[in-house]
């Protein structure tokens, strides 16, 4: 009995890994956001775009490590599959039925926004399949998952996202770009020993970190041009709180690039982990008084930083060279 119990808890506990619990949060902002943005969202449209997109969200994850996991055993052989924990078909089966959980929830909601599904989940095979080894492709589908999922909840709301909801999908779809292309170069010595062209890998730690400098910045500058559409006063000090952190984490990159540490470059990631979540509160208090903003921010943001430093390092290092927690 005791080593059953032992066996369902190691079971669970790879899951609770593969759901990668200070990630989740964003997802769902995101698609609240994207809802919000139309200015036609109710309590259950925002409901169902933050549900939604977390669903999706949780299918990337299973089915990424699925079509990583002979990666992972080169790099990061401490993951639940590549260790034994979670068995491939068991997170190939997961990935699928989430994706068809979030097809199935969106669809009701609107079934213009099928399409769009159909591109973010093909984006998220897509993605783990071949573009992550390919360079820049993978770190801009990446951003493409986002800024889709951020289109996809604007159509929760209404019949088509619209101008605004478009625009400021390029946010998203730029952020998340630099963020992925940070974590590559923490990644960078796995990438090269399985053979990833990286663009770290390709091209230098220096050209990674400017290019994701450049693309961060170009994120916050469209966002920025929000400022022009009516907004309420929430949207340009979150927007700041969120400029102000991202920058502190990619900034540093440029002059420590040459030496660049696989745990400092982590550091530089975890900040943007918090940092977005900001941001898409941020394009939310566009539409949607501070206070409610705020209040669902703090709480998702404490536990998105919790998590992080609780479970994180062990994630993504292996034991014998993971940060203190």
């Known amino acids: 009995m005791h080593d059953r ?15 990668r619990p200070y990630t989740l949060c964003y997802p769902v902002l995101v698609g609240v956001a994207g809802a919000g943005v139309t200015g036609e969202a109710g309590r259950a449209e925002f409901v169902i775009a933050g549900f939604g997109t977390a669903f999706g969200w949780l299918a ?24 034994g924990r979670l068995a491939p078909g068991t997170a190939l089966a997961c990935g699928i039925g989430l994706a068809v959980a979030a097809t199935a929830l969106l669809t009701w909601a609107n079934f213009r926004a099928l399409p769009l599904v159909v591109v973010a989940l093909s984006g998220v ?20 998952i986002t800024a889709t999922a951020f289109l996809i909840g604007a159509m929760v709301a209404a019949p088509l996202p619209g101008w605004t909801a478009l625009g400021l999908s390029l946010v998203f779809l730029l952020h998340d770009t630099a963020s ?30 400017r290019l994701s400098v450049l693309l961060y910045a170009s994120a916050i500058g469209i966002a920025a041009l929000g400022l022009t559409l009516p907004h309420r006063t929430g949207y ?50 566009l539409t949607v008084p501070v206070v409610p903003v705020v209040a669902l921010l703090l709480p998702v943001l404490v536990f998105s930083v919790w998590t992080q430093a609780a479970m994180r390092s062990r994630h993504e290092i292996a034991e014998k060279e993971a940060l203190p927690t």
Not at 246 to 263: D, K, N, Y
């Open 5 to 19: 119990w032992a066996r369902t808890r190691r079971t669970l506990w790879a899951h609770v890994q593969t759901f």
């Open 60 to 83: 990337a994850h299973y089915l990424g490590d699925y079509f990583d996991r002979e990666l992972d055993r080169v790099a990061k052989p401490q993951r639940p599959i590549p260790s």
């Open 125 to 144: 095979i897509a993605y783990s399949w071949f573009c992550k080894a390919k360079g820049l492709s993978g770190n801009l589908v990446r951003g493409l």
């Open 180 to 209: 992925n292309l940070v974590g590559t170069m923490r990644d960078v010595d796995g990438d090269r020993a399985a053979g990833y062209r990286s663009v770290p890998v390709q091209r230098g730690q220096r050209y990674a970190a």
């Open 236 to 285: 340009p000090v979150l927007l700041a709180v969120a400029g102000c952190a991202g920058l502190i984490a990619v900034l540093p990159l440029l002059w420590l690039a040459p030496t660049l540490s696989q745990a400092r470059a982590l550091r530089a990631h975890e900040v943007l982990v918090a940092e977005r979540l900001v941001l898409a509160a941020a394009i939310l208090a």
